[in-house]
């Protein structure tokens, strides 16, 4: 059964920061992985998808990379502002669309 | 841009009443989910559907079940609530059941029940 894990649970940064989310998983037999931010009450807002064959993804200050073999996909974000601050949650896609989700990293960026 | 949508931000019901969850999307969408947000527990998948009149269940369906009558909606159904599902809900859709599709997510059902 796949696990997937997000550690640390919690994160605090200076503005401006540069920083890195990690996520790791069990199994490597995966379609794909994606990325989501959680605002507090709300749902989910897809980031970046990842295709299994794909190394990295990038949308303006965010880049995701992933390497299946190892079973890890970080998701970098750069110079880090207060409006980042969410939740990040990491899945990843198996068989019939079906996603594993982490339990994600709650991020806060400090003026 | 897909559009996800649900039928209420937030319910309040009775144990033992009778509880229909909503979701609607708009892109044709031929894949739909339900999952349930717990704190320390994430996200976990209830029902989905692959085309209409189709269901399969997820890992927690238990006192759950579902309806897809029209592509566009996947209703979510508590047929006797009970305290032990309050909890946030999540619609969710996809393009097909092909590798790879990503997911996009309505804004989710505050569900208590008393």
């Known amino acids: 059964k796949q696990e997937v894990t997000q550690i640390p649970a919690a994160l605090s940064v200076p503005e401006g920061e540069n920083l890195v989310l990690n996520c790791s998983f069990t199994?490597?037999?995966?379609?794909?992985l994606q990325w989501f931010r959680q605002d507090p009450g709300k749902g989910l807002t897809s980031l970046l998808l990842i295709q299994s064959s794909q190394r990295e993804q990038t949308s303006g200050r965010l880049n995701a990379s992933l390497d299946k073999s190892s079973g890890r996909s970080t998701l970098y974000i750069a110079a880090s502002q207060p409006g980042d601050s969410a939740t990040y949650l990491c899945a990843v896609g198996g068989a019939n669309s079906k996603l594993t989700f982490g339990k994600g990293i709650t991020l806060s960026v400090r003026p | 841009d897909v559009k996800v949508t649900q039928s209420s931000r937030y319910l309040v019901k009775r144990t033992g009443e009778k509880v229909f969850l909503e979701c609607v999307q708009d892109?044709?969408?031929?894949?739909m989910f339900w999952y349930r947000q717990d704190p320390g527990l994430g996200l976990r998948l209830i029902y989905f559907s692959y085309d209409v009149k189709m269901k399969e269940k997820g890992d927690i369906p238990e006192g759950y079940s579902v309806s897809r009558e029209k592509k566009e909606r996947f209703s979510l159904i508590l047929e006797s609530a009970s305290t032990n599902q309050t909890s946030m809900y999540l619609c969710?859709?996809?393009?097909?059941?092909?590798?790879?599709?990503?997911?996009?997510f309505g804004p989710g059902t505050r569900l208590t029940v008393l």
């Open positions: 199994d490597s037999a995966i379609y794909n």
């Open positions: 969710a859709s996809s393009l097909d059941a092909g590798a790879g599709n990503e997911q996009f």
């Open positions: 892109m044709d969408h031929e894949n």
